[in-house]
């Protein structure tokens, strides 16, 4: 394991982010989102501590994240959605896994797997509200549902759930988001008119559950939330709630340095001093998932206050200019964390960037060892 960096987790954090989202959302089931790795904060250790926040199912996109879940004997309702046609899910129907069908050859090929493992499959139908990425179209949901109906009254499947995804819940008062609703509600009519009768009905992500109490209906489903992260970064319903960010990003100076003034730094020499100087080099790069175009911008916590990189973001390092503050080989550098003690966040970052703190978090690769630990009251 690494020595010179870092990404600690606080699983309190989480656990109590959940505990939040639940309260904030009375009267709904809540899936906690780990997929990508639990948003780069480790798929099992994040899944347990929402689980012990009261999060009463999780929620992944691919069949390797569900078995990797049922694999660390987390036994709670897991659903999966994304997958191309070909794949297997005998596995996944085994391992008592939820399954998104989006069309007739899915819930054709995913019943197959059942018949094949003799088991009845759970599945969720999903219909396309106006996201334009996955789920049946009006046009194309009454014929989906007949199949799934089909498929239950041959003892294959019970079709669970009935889903949808939001475009624009991040954007208070876009019309799409009525627009949405509305189509997912008679979406919803269509199929329980034809026989169907769902367990769950849900289209909450993290900012629906935050600000949308009509969005809601049985099962609410955070992602970013979980983490501590705000999906409304101008409204800041997650602050106002008091969620925590789970992550801290550390890393400790490999090197600190004089230089003289006009020395140009980094690859390119796109920073160039304007006094001698003490620059420090922080062992971490584009390869763990520093953005290259942080270059110039992006901001760090050492030596007692924020410092911006200097020079190109390399592969496996970037370099810090402190001027004449002290600072050594060994000092802990923190590139992004709560905000307690001044340090950018994971937000800073994004606003720095013109991205979403979702792709600050992860992004940060596997060489980037995770600790854990339950910091969080």
């Known amino acids: 394991m690494s020595v010179t960096t870092a990404a600690r987790v606080d699983l309190g954090a989480i656990r109590r982010n959940v505990e939040l989202l639940r309260e904030s959302a009375p009267g709904a089931e809540l899936m906690a989102v780990v997929k990508a790795d639990g948003y780069g904060h480790g798929i099992i250790p994040a899944a347990r501590a929402a689980v012990a926040?009261?999060?009463?199912?999780?929620?992944?996109?691919?069949?390797?994240?569900?078995?990797?879940?049922?694999?660390?004997?987390?036994?709670?309702?897991?659903?999966?959605?994304?997958?191309?046609?070909?794949?297997?899910?005998?596995?996944?129907?085994?391992?008592?896994?939820?399954?998104?069908?989006?069309s007739v050859g899915q819930v054709e090929e995913i019943t197959r797997a059942a018949a094949r493992v003799g088991r009845q499959v759970r599945l969720h139908l999903k219909t396309d509200t106006g996201l334009a990425r996955s789920g049946a179209t009006p046009a194309d949901w009454p014929a989906l549902v007949d199949a799934a109906l089909r498929a239950q009254a041959e003892g294959l499947a019970t079709v669970v759930g009935l889903w949808s995804h939001m475009a624009c819940a991040d954007e208070p008062g876009h019309p799409s988001i009525a627009a949405q609703l509305r189509e997912?509600?008679?979406?919803?009519?269509?199929?329980?008119?034809?026989?169907?009768?769902?367990?769950?009905?849900?289209?909450?992500?993290?900012?629906?559950?935050?600000?949308?109490?009509?969005?809601?209906?049985?099962l609410v489903r955070p992602g970013i939330a979980?983490?501590?992260?705000?999906?409304?970064?101008?409204?800041?319903?997650?602050?106002?709630?008091?969620?925590?960010?789970?992550m801290t990003l550390t890393g400790r100076l490999a090197l600190a340095k004089r230089v003289g003034a006009g020395q140009g730094v980094s690859y390119g020499h796109r920073y160039t001093t304007s006094a001698e100087t003490t620059l420090g080099l922080v062992p971490l790069g584009y390869a763990d998932g520093i953005p290259r175009h942080g270059t110039n911008l992006l901001e760090v916590w050492a030596a007692g206050r924020r410092r911006r990189v200097a020079g190109t973001v390399c592969m496996d390092q970037f370099v810090i200019d402190v001027g004449d503050d002290e600072i050594h080989a060994g000092d802990?550098?923190?590139?992004?964390?709560?905000?307690?003690?001044?340090?950018?966040?994971?937000?800073?970052?994004?606003?720095?960037l013109g991205t979403i703190s979702y792709e600050i978090v992860t992004r940060i690769g596997a060489r980037v060892p995770r600790t854990y630990a339950e910091e969080a009251v």
Not at 69 to 96: I, K, N, Q, S, T
Not at 191 to 214: C, F, M, Q, Y
């Open 53 to 102: 926040g009261g999060a009463s199912w999780l929620g992944v996109a691919t069949l390797d994240e569900a078995l990797t879940l049922r694999r660390a004997g987390l036994d709670v309702r897991a659903m999966c959605w994304l997958y191309a046609p070909g794949e297997r899910f005998d596995d996944a129907v085994a391992e008592d896994v939820d399954l998104s069908a989006t």
């Open 184 to 218: 997912f509600d008679e979406a919803v009519e269509l199929a329980e008119k034809a026989g169907v009768r769902p367990e769950v009905r849900h289209i909450a992500n993290s900012a629906a559950t935050l600000t949308l109490p009509e969005a809601r209906y049985d």
């Open 226 to 246: 979980v983490y501590g992260l705000d999906p409304i970064p101008s409204l800041g319903p997650a602050r106002r709630l008091g969620l925590r960010p789970a």
């Open 332 to 352: 802990e550098v923190i590139l992004f964390g709560p905000g307690d003690h001044g340090e950018p966040t994971a937000q800073d970052w994004a606003d720095m």
